[in-house]
């Protein structure tokens, strides 16, 4: 009981500094700021060690360095599990994704990597696509 008590506040110890809240961990989640609630969220979601996670506009109210230390995260984790990221910022699609789907309305309006965006979509840039594909 005593070992699987200490081993679990490991795996926490580990969650909270991989998510960048190692120096709010004692503070009530309430007195966070959205980027640490942000954080409190992921560590959430991932604390399970799901294969698969699913993140709704994970920056949204952040802060530009709170972006890149989120996207970073996220980058990180797709390499250990399959991440579906839903977003209307585009520069987050280019800075995170390897395959892109474009959703309107619950359709399916294209499916790409972003390694054949320039081929396919010569001289657009991600937002000039979704406008494109959605209109």
């Not at 926490?12 to 969220?41: D, F, P």
Request: with cysteine; hydrophobic share 40%; net charge neutral.
């Amino acid at each position: 009981e005593e070992a699987g008590a200490k081993n679990k506040d490991k795996i926490v110890e580990e969650l909270i500094a991989r998510v960048g809240l190692t120096t709010e961990a004692n503070k009530r989640v309430g007195q966070l700021s959205k980027g640490y609630k942000q954080r409190v969220g992921l560590a959430m979601a991932i604390i399970h060690d799901p294969k698969i996670l699913i993140l709704d506009e994970p920056t949204t109210g952040l802060d530009p360095n709170q972006i890149i230390e989120i996207r970073k995260l996220i980058v990180d984790l797709s390499s250990e599990k399959t991440v579906l990221l839903s977003t209307h910022i585009m520069q987050e699609v280019e800075a995170i994704c390897k395959e892109i789907i474009i959703l309107n309305k619950g359709v399916i309006k294209d499916h790409f990597l972003l390694d054949e965006k320039s081929t396919r979509f010569p001289n657009l840039s991600m937002e000039e696509i979704f406008v494109k594909l959605t209109k």
